[in-house]
């Protein structure tokens, strides 16, 4: 990845006066992180809730779209801090990030993941609708929950493998 674009484009990103910013004060890149990690731990449990919900091992005395109120927003806000505190980690160490072959693969899980997410929500929603309140998710909507948590793990597993590629 050193060969591409993309070393050239980390340089310019590293000159920026956000990134300047980021590096010059000592607890940016702590407090970053710290948000970052709280984030995807939000998001994470509440995905993870409404994916038992699916499976029938949590909330049963909700109905689906109580659990999506309650936990569906959590993820929302979530992610949102988690792009905005991941993208200030990333101006904070452009060169190391972007010519990161595990951080591509960890951008590209993310990617899958809401693809996959907002996709299964709405079906399951929409399922959930038809069926009342005893929902239960069919085969498909369970495993496909379980994927999203695998994918989710694979993601957090590459976010804390970022620090110790060689670069």
């Keep these: 990845m050193r060969g591409t674009v993309l070393l050239d484009w980390a340089f310019w990103m590293q000159e920026t006066a956000f990134s300047l910013f980021m590096v010059e004060n000592f607890w940016n890149v702590p407090i970053a992180q710290a948000i970052h990690i709280l984030s995807i731990g939000a998001a994470f449990g509440s995905v993870l809730m409404v994916v038992l919900r ?10 689906f779209e109580q659990t999506a109120a309650r936990f569906v927003p959590w993820v929302r806000w ?41 996709s299964w929500i709405g079906s399951v929603r929409a399922a959930a609708q038809t069926a009342g309140a005893a929902y ?29 590629v060689p670069v």
């Design 78 to 118: 979530s992610l949102l801090v988690i792009v905005l505190s991941g993208l200030s980690m990333i101006m904070a160490e452009p060169v190391r990030n972007m010519i990161n072959a595990v951080f591509w693969i960890k951008m590209i899980a993310l990617i899958v993941m809401v693809l996959v997410s907002l």
């Design 54 to 63: 699916v499976n029938g091992m949590a909330g049963a005395g909700l109905t």
């Design 136 to 164: 239960v998710g069919t085969s498909g909507a369970k495993s496909t929950g379980w994927v999203i948590m695998a994918l989710w793990c694979l993601i957090i597993v590459c976010g804390r493998w970022i620090a110790y």
